[in-house]
């Protein structure tokens, strides 16, 4: 496919447990995101890649969530003890660089319970 | 602190009539915005954006103005159609910062409908 795809669509887990969240951008684009979208607000930054290395992680909230894109394309985020107030949609993106628009994927919803 | 700000959380219109959106925000070192529409069970998708050298944008049915000096920016959507019904965000980047950041800051939306 052509456009941001994220797996699963849809997520739910206990309480304390880890999840992991996939993320495959579009191909070529170097620049890949994380965003948390709750209920009633609009998507907040978590972290930014620049190819392998995280060139921004001022967005995650806490020593709980970690990302990686080991090979400059896929990506997963990653919840160690999960808590309640994780559960959103956790929104991907990818773009090619500065100042062009930046594609996301459909989200995966994720429900800590 | 909210740095991008939409005030209207709602918006209804009538089918073929003009629709504007508007977007304010307050951090001077934003130099690119962007509007994204999005359905539900969907993610954000990308309208149409304009940057900080210019004060107007226009692609097909949409026009973006920006109004540096006020902080303020907004969607026009002419002539409305049923299928834009959705939720509109504003959303907005530091590109030049220095920074080596391209994040989006959005604010959070609104919704527009049709009147029937």
């Known amino acids: 496919g052509a456009g941001v795809s994220q797996t699963p669509s849809n997520k739910v887990t206990e309480k304390g447990k880890y999840v992991e969240l996939r993320c495959d951008p579009i191909?070529?684009?170097?620049?890949l995101y994380w965003y948390r979208q709750s209920l009633g607000q609009g998507p907040e930054f978590l972290i930014y890649?620049?190819?392998?290395?995280?060139?921004?992680d001022s967005g995650l909230p806490n020593d709980r969530f970690f990302a990686v894109r080991p090979e400059g394309s896929v990506s997963t985020l990653k919840i160690q003890r999960t808590e309640r107030g994780d559960s959103a949609v956790y929104l991907c993106?990818?773009?090619?660089?500065?100042?062009?628009?930046?594609?996301f994927g459909q989200g995966t919803r994720l429900t800590v319970v | 602190d909210q740095q991008v700000k939409q005030n209207s959380p709602s918006l209804s219109v009538q089918e073929g009539r003009i629709s504007i959106l508007n977007c304010d925000y307050t951090?001077?070192?934003?130099?690119?915005f962007l509007w994204y529409k999005k359905y539900p069970a969907e993610g954000p998708t990308f309208l149409i954006s304009?940057?900080?050298?210019?004060d107007k944008n226009e692609d097909g049915r949409f026009t973006v103005f920006l109004n540096k000096s006020a902080k303020h920016l907004s969607l026009h959507i002419v002539p409305y159609q049923p299928g834009d019904s959705a939720v509109y965000f504003c959303a907005a980047s530091a590109q030049n910062s220095g920074a080596g950041s391209y994040q989006l800051t959005f604010g959070k939306g609104t919704k527009l409908s049709v009147i029937p």
């Open positions: 951090n001077s070192m934003f130099d690119y």
């Open positions: 191909s070529g684009h170097t620049a």
């Open positions: 304009i940057s900080s050298i210019k």
């Open positions: 993106a990818s773009s090619s660089g500065a100042y062009t628009e930046a594609f």
């Open positions: 890649f620049q190819g392998t290395g995280a060139a921004d």
